[in-house]
Structure formats: C-alpha cells, structure tokens
C-alpha cells in the first residue's frame, strides 16, 4: 500500500501561481508513473498532467503552457507548477501513481483544494 499526501493547495488571485507537492510513501516511487487530476463541482475527475517513470510527460490541453509537471525520485515526490491560473483552474487537485506488471498498483491521494478568485 502506497500513501500519497498532497500540499500546496489555497486561494490565489487570477494570473497567480502555486506548486502542489505530493509526497510518496514507498521505497520504489521511480517506477510509478505519476499524475495530478483535478475535480471540479460537478463535474467528472479529469486528468492534468502526468509523467512516467521514464520522465516523459502529458498535458490536458486546458493546461498546456502553464503548468509544469516533475519529479524528484530522491525524494519521492511529483511537483505541479501551476501559472497564470485561471478561474476555470478552480478545483480539489489529486495526485495519483500507477504501476502495471502482472497485476495494477494504482494509489490516490487524499486531495488539496485550489481556488482562483479575485
């Protein structure tokens, strides 16, 4: 069992920035394939932006060119900058890690809010 714990969530000003953490709580993060998600009232969970053990990465297009994601195997976390936020980026943000062989390790965290209003 792996327990993921997020922070760096808050209230920040439209055009603002934050950077979510999440810490993992295993030996061999550097083998999970890591992604943050977002959920917004009302609607479905959808995913962010997420990078493999081999360090590429993907992006929702919403996101593309001002959120950031990367990882520190070292210390087994995933990062999240997040710029020029906007309203719409308003949402609980989950960190997740996954790992596939012969049977799926899939882990969520518990959640950290992040609000963009003026």
């Known amino acids: 069992q792996v327990q993921l714990v997020e922070s760096g969530g808050g209230l920040v000003q439209p055009g603002g920035s934050l950077r979510l953490s999440c810490v993992a709580s295993?030996?061999?993060?550097?083998?999970?394939?890591m992604g943050w998600y977002r959920q917004a009232p009302g609607k479905q969970r959808e995913l962010v932006a997420g990078?493999?053990?081999?360090?590429?990465?993907d992006y929702a297009d919403s996101v593309k060119g001002r959120f950031t994601i990367f990882r520190d195997n070292a210390k087994k976390t995933v990062y999240l900058q997040m710029n020029s936020l906007r309203p719409e980026d308003t949402a609980v943000y989950y960190c997740?890690?996954?790992?596939?062989?012969?049977?799926?390790?899939?882990?969520w965290g518990q959640g950290t809010q992040v609000t963009v209003s003026s």
């Open positions: 295993t030996t061999i993060f550097s083998i999970y394939n």
């Open positions: 997740n890690a996954d790992h596939r062989s012969s049977t799926r390790y899939n882990y």
């Open positions: 990078i493999k053990w081999s360090g590429s990465t």
